[in-house]
């Protein structure tokens, strides 16, 4: 389309309804579609473009802070076509964000290059603004998190705007996908503000598409005269080339006051109704408007010859009274009257502002504090079925429920919803989590992230409490599904428990039969049988016998975390000549890792299930008695 707006050039005789052309002589011509019609004037595109680059600094500033890190925003091109085209142009998916143009009627759009959404992410997670290799959708999450920045950033677009109109743009919501936000159709002309980004070594595009229906009505102040008139300084004189007939859009009393000789106290004390004062001998009378003086006037020198201008007071009045000839309707005729009481009004005005702000953030707080402890209880109902005891008090930290359920045994879930996103989020939530809990987290997502995870963790940056906030509330509002679910039902707990009271033969059987069908399976509940805890459930000789099997080192390090009655227990089936030198042993055996404990419980676990099989010894079950 650029090529054909170039001009070209006709000669007379081929232009149709030839009136006062020439035939021979060459017109200047240039095409013009009719399905594309232009809507903007150059003027207008060029006042666009000053207020968006005023913008762009403004978000540059912005988000250099919200990712302290440089980040340069610069106008790149202002545009006019159908919002077709504009559609054809945006990627899917890509971050739409609609935006309400109030008090103008209809909406625009906001929308950012995936390459800067997910750099900006990577950011906000923590990372170092790097990313993601290909497209993908946004999570909630990070729908979630974007909407914050997105409403940052219109804030910067109604100081931009605010030389033509007092712009109130408010998030209507986020969308992924051009075609279910179709604000106008698609043959209507919009403006496009093309907008470059650069962030570390990523660039990228953020477009802002505002519909010519939404703009029309303000389509007459979008010139320099409006711009450069709306931004005048309060001291400039607006009276300049004024005429005294503006006076009729101000709604005042005016007064005409003439100067008098000086008068003594007792004439002055005697005046009455039609007394004569004798008046100066200037002759010149002053215009006031509700106390200001405007204008000096000198009656014409003939007889019903008009008032002569001799000067314009002392400028303050006309300054607040008139406007520019042509554009008194855009000055308030009461301006005059609200100038002594505009500064104590605007100082109230911004002090209501705040107030009206820190109200609307402490009632944002208290809902989301409510929602909270909703959430919480929720969580509280569930471990309680499961015997876990309510807490004292709702927890300071966002992430305190994730851990509980990740102490709960819930690692596998919690690792099956946040799988699906970036390592960089979950490296974020993996740092919430306590040592333990991480660990159980990281050991459920698939191997193949694994890596990623741990070394996003590694070189985890600073996160702002807002982003932690918004992460943690999202996924608490995901997870509360899993709880309002139900108790819990099943399980290889429950398997354990009902094979426990099972007569031996139906538990032998049975775990014969799923080690043939699912060994893995067969080989969790019979860890699960029998624990190192159930030693106290064998008879004194069965305890003689096992003693003798296990190794020497292994029952060592198995009793370092028994109580004492546990352990009494079982000293006095060792043989008689090595009680002592076993106690001395134990007494200064240094400290161990809790994993080396367990694992040679583990393996005097499996000494005990290896001589049950061999019927060398015999576990009483809960509902047999050993004769």
């Excluded at 030839?18 to 004037?41: G, I, M, T």
């Excluded at 540059?60 to 559609?87: C, H, I, K, N, W």
């Excluded at 993601?132 to 999570?139: G, I, M, T, V, Y």
């Excluded at 404990?597 to 008695?625: H, S, Y």
């Amino acid at each position: 389309m650029a090529e054909e707006r170039i001009p070209l050039k006709v000669r007379g005789s081929e232009v149709l309804a030839r009136r006062d052309l020439v035939a021979d002589r060459e017109y200047p011509v240039c095409h013009y579609d009719f399905k594309r019609p232009d809507k903007f004037s150059r003027d207008q595109i060029r006042t666009l473009a000053m207020m968006h680059e005023t913008y762009a600094r403004l978000c540059s500033t912005t988000l250099t802070g919200m990712l302290r890190m440089p980040v340069s925003m610069t106008l790149a091109s202002v545009d006019q076509l159908t919002f077709g085209e504009f559609s054809k142009s945006i990627p899917n998916p890509s971050l739409i964000g609609i935006v309400n143009m109030a008090p103008l009627r209809g909406s625009a759009i906001l929308e950012m290059d995936p390459s800067v959404t997910f750099a900006v992410l990577d950011r906000l997670f923590g990372g170092r603004g790097a990313t993601l290799p290909a497209n993908r959708e946004l999570s909630e999450v990070e729908i979630s998190v974007m909407e914050g920045l997105v409403i940052r950033l219109l804030v910067n677009l109604r100081e931009s705007w605010s030389t033509v109109l007092d712009l109130k743009p408010k998030l209507s919501n986020i969308e992924t996908d051009i075609l279910f936000s179709q604000i106008v159709p698609p043959n209507d002309m919009v403006i496009l503000i093309t907008l470059r980004v650069k962030l570390g070594e990523v660039e990228g595009m953020v477009n802002f598409c505002v519909p010519y229906i939404t703009i029309e009505s303000l389509i007459g102040r979008l010139n320099a005269k409006w711009l450069y008139s709306a931004i005048r300084k309060p001291g400039e004189n607006l009276a300049k080339g004024t005429r005294i007939e503006n006076l009729q859009h101000a709604g005042l009393p005016l007064e005409l006051a003439r100067s008098t000789e000086p008068i003594p106290l007792p004439a002055l004390a005697g005046l009455e109704r039609g007394s004569l004062i004798p008046l100066a001998e200037d002759g010149l009378v002053r215009l006031e408007a509700a106390g200001a003086a405007l204008l000096t006037l000198r009656p014409g020198a003939k007889k019903g010859e008009s008032w002569e201008v001799v000067e314009n007071g002392d400028g303050g009045g006309l300054d607040r009274i008139f406007a520019p000839e042509g554009e008194a309707d855009r000055v308030d005729p009461m301006a005059g009257l609200t100038a002594r009481v505009e500064e104590p009004l605007a100082a109230l005005r911004a002090e209501l502002a705040e107030l009206s702000k820190g109200m609307k953030e402490g009632l944002e707080k208290l809902r989301k504090s409510q929602e909270d402890s909703k959430e919480q209880f929720q969580y509280w109902v569930m471990q309680k079925e499961e015997g876990a005891a309510a807490p004292e008090a709702q927890p300071e930290k966002p992430f305190q429920f994730l851990e509980v359920l990740a102490r709960g045994g819930a690692e596998e879930t919690i690792a099956s919803f946040i799988a699906p996103e970036t390592p960089q989020l979950i490296a974020l939530v993996l740092s919430q989590l306590e040592g333990p809990s991480a660990a159980g987290v990281l050991s459920k997502l698939p191997a193949e992230s694994q890596l990623g995870v741990v070394e996003r963790l590694a070189t985890l940056e600073r996160v702002t409490p807002e982003v932690n906030r918004e992460v943690a509330r999202v996924l608490q509002r995901k997870l509360s599904v899993v709880a309002q679910d139900g108790p819990r039902a099943g399980g290889i707990r429950e398997v354990v428990a009902m094979l426990n009271h099972s007569p031996s033969e139906v538990e032998k059987r049975v775990v014969e039969a799923l080690e043939r069908q699912n060994p893995a399976l067969a080989e969790s509940i019979k860890q699960r049988m029998f624990t190192f805890w159930d030693l106290l459930l064998l008879d004194d000789a069965s305890l003689d016998a096992l003693v003798k099997k296990v190794a020497r080192e292994d029952l060592l390090k198995a009793l370092k975390t028994v109580d004492e009655p546990f352990r009494q227990a079982l000293l006095p089936h060792l043989p008689a000549g090595d009680l002592a030198a076993f106690e001395a042993d134990f007494s200064k055996m240094g400290r161990l890792r809790l994993t080396e404990v367990e694992e040679a419980q583990q393996r005097i676990v499996n000494v005990v299930r290896l001589m049950e099989e061999q019927g060398q010894i015999r576990i009483a079950r809960k509902d047999e008695t050993i004769v």
